[in-house]
């Protein structure tokens, strides 16, 4: 079964007011581009499990969304096969008294999806307006998954998980599971993006665009991020990145150093995958030589937006091409002409 999370997990341009009043290039007309995405509160049917007939209401589920729950069943309550169910594991999941008031906290923070639908749906005119022959989801779940993962992409579904973005501080959110830089993450205006990046990551899965190299890997998450920005373009990048200010500063403000830094110790064509970790793997800081606890997490995927940028800029093609045309990394990085200076 191939399932992607949202990446794992935006309204002030700050880019488009550097920019003066010239507009982003991804404003377009959507006039007449439409989208069919179905919004189902699955959480509302959990929050009626009963002991009694949990075997009949679970199979009712089942029935009117049959991918949603062999995925619930299977990954999440991990109860066994979706059509042999292990019953005594899904009760303790959906009938656990601490799991109900989970799901009794996101009704009371989410009572109605206006701060998620309208954002998603215009994000997914924006891939039929962009990649018209592309297969969108029909539909999309919201739905507690006990804090397990922020949400999923499985065929033609996709699922939130609202327990994930309770704000920082909520009283499920142990620091020692959920760390101060994750729960500063954990908030609703960071649902659209991660939607967008996880839908990204199933589109076009990293084993395909990459070759084990560090480069492969940040210009991979690099037109990862240019996809948000092409779909969302009225997020900050900041948002985007998952950044805050200073550390959007410290990224900008150092690009010199790092590139100097995978110069001096070849590290843009090293396969050693405990040194890519270093630079793609989040945190509260970059974990590396010379990389100090104000360095901003995960570099990589900064340095690796650089890149596809400056090939956007110097290569006279759009995201569009480069996905379509299945453009090399190695092309996108000799393009880019990226070499900071200090």
Known sequence: MRQTYLYFGFLFCATWLLRGCAPHPYQVDLTGVEVDLEWVRLESHFQSFREMD???QVAKLQQAHPDLMEVF????ARAGQADNIHMPALKRMVLDTNYKQVLADVRQKYPNLDEVEPTVNEAFRRVKYYFPNDTLPERCYTLATGFQVPGFTYKRVLAISLDWYMDPGYDYYSVDVFPRYMQRRMRSEYIAPQVIKSYFTNRYPIGEHTDGTLLSEMVYYGLL?????MMLPELSDTLILEYQTKQMKWAEGNQA???QYFVDNDLWYSTDQLETQRFVSDGPFTVAPNFGPDSAPRIGY?????IVKGYLRHAGKDLHDILTEKTSYLEIFKGAKYKPLG
């Open 54 to 56: 949990l075997e009949g």
């Open 73 to 76: 069943i299977e990954q999440l």
């Open 225 to 229: 991020l240019e996809y948000n920005k």
């Open 257 to 259: 150093m790092v590139y």
């Open 302 to 306: 900064y340095i690796g937006w650089q």
